[in-house]
């Protein structure tokens, strides 16, 4: 059975950086292609970016480009998250999540059909 | 990159059918069979209900139905129980990315 283990919850100050980690079970992480979303308190779901791991490439929704970086460790089948310039508006809860299965286009682009997969999520809490 | 548009709030009554409408473009939901639903209840992760526009998971309540026209996508609840009292998301793949709606809530009267 998989499971996405997330990290424990995060309290930051304004202009530090957050790193929030998932780890996998029951699958070996190569196999995924590992996504974040976040929701913001009350708010709804947000894509942030997400590994083709086709080109071993990430993709960052524009919004977070140049904030946020997503890594792999695949000796621990662990996905990492890191957001800087932390803003009280970056306080949320942090969702890894993966489709089971991938698909390609006739470009070999990885198409995102959906998310079955998920985490339990990592609450971030910016605050001074 | 502007979220799907979902009405902020739907309800009915024990047995009764509701429908959540998902509206996007041309780039998002019209020109992709792409369209996911997911159920979200309050502190917990979100659920897939449907995939593909219209599909269900293994273990989805077959009350639960998709599908699309044009830009709008919507998904369909039947028999309602007080157990699908909650939010409800749409998102639909677009160009190298993933978009979400603002999501629904659903009150079961």
């Known amino acids: 059975q998989v499971q996405l283990v997330q990290s424990g919850a995060e309290v930051k100050k304004p202009g530090a950086s957050v790193k929030v980690s998932c780890k996998v079970s029951?699958?070996?992480?190569?196999?995924?292609?590992m996504h974040w979303v976040r929701q913001a308190p009350g708010k709804g779901l947000e894509w942030m970016g997400g590994?083709?791991?086709?080109?071993?490439?990430?993709i960052y929704a524009q919004k977070f480009q140049g904030r946020v970086t997503m890594t792999e460790d695949t000796s621990t089948d662990t996905a990492y998250m890191e957001l800087s310039s932390l803003r009280s508006e970056d306080t949320a809860v942090y969702y890894c999540?993966?489709?089971?299965?991938?698909?390609?286009?006739?470009?070999?682009?990885?198409?995102?059909?959906?998310?079955?997969?998920w985490g339990r999520g990592t609450l971030v809490t910016v605050s001074s | 990159q502007s979220a799907l548009t979902q009405p902020a709030s739907v309800s009915g009554s024990p047995g009764q059918s509701i429908t959540i409408s998902c509206t996007g473009t041309?780039?998002?939901?019209?020109?992709?069979?792409?369209v996911s639903w997911y159920q979200q209840h309050p502190g917990k992760a979100p659920k897939l209900m449907i995939y593909?526009?219209?599909n269900r998971p293994s273990g989805v309540s077959n009350r639960f139905s998709g599908s699309k026209s044009g830009n709008t996508a919507s998904l369909t609840i039947s028999g309602l129980q007080a157990e699908d009292e909650a939010d409800y998301y749409c998102?639909?793949?677009?160009?190298?990315?993933?978009?979400f709606g603002g999501g629904t809530k659903l009150t079961v009267l």
């Open positions: 593909d526009v219209s």
């Open positions: 998102s639909s793949y677009t160009s190298s990315t993933v978009v």
């Open positions: 029951g699958y070996t992480l190569t196999e995924l292609s």
């Open positions: 041309s780039s998002d939901v019209g020109g992709y069979n792409y």
């Open positions: 590994f083709d791991p086709e080109d071993g490439e990430t």
């Open positions: 999540a993966t489709p089971s299965t991938i698909v390609y286009d006739f470009w070999s682009a990885p198409i995102w059909r959906y998310f079955d997969l």
